[in-house]
């Protein structure tokens, strides 16, 4: 059973960076794309990021701020945040897919595992 367990969380000031981990067991990371997705309070899970072997998604609120990657000898996968902001505040969750297709694969839907998010908090 692919587990997903996320840290790195925490509370920023805006301007700040943060550093968040995806650490993958159960099975084979190589074989999945991965996404990042976020939370805020009251509002729906939206896409953040993506990577797979068709290659690197943004969103565009976070493109030039946001770096995702992945190591797949650490079964780890990351999300460089710089130049933070309070509307970045929500509970950060990764996701894994095992389709890996040209299109971005945005959805909540299409992926199959999930971790239990992390909370990133950007003071003004």
């Known amino acids: 059973q692919v587990q997903l367990v996320e840290s790195g969380g925490g509370l920023v000031q805006a301007g700040g960076s943060l550093r968040l981990s995806c650490e993958f067991s159960?099975?084979?990371?190589?074989?999945?794309?991965m996404g990042w997705f976020r939370q805020a309070p009251g509002k729906e899970r939206e896409f953040v990021a993506r990577i797979s072997w068709s290659g690197i998604y943004y969103v565009d609120s976070v493109k030039g701020r946001f770096t995702i990657s992945r190591d797949n000898a650490k079964n780890t996968l990351y999300l460089q945040m710089n130049s933070l902001k309070p509307g970045d505040t929500a509970v950060y969750y990764c996701?894994?897919?095992?389709?890996?297709?040209?299109?971005?694969?945005?959805?909540?839907?299409?992926?199959?595992?999930w971790g239990q998010g992390t909370q990133v908090t950007v003071s003004s």
């Open positions: 996701a894994a897919d095992l389709i890996h297709t040209v299109e971005a694969r945005t959805e909540v839907r299409d992926y199959d595992y």
């Open positions: 159960g099975g084979m990371f190589s074989r999945y794309a």
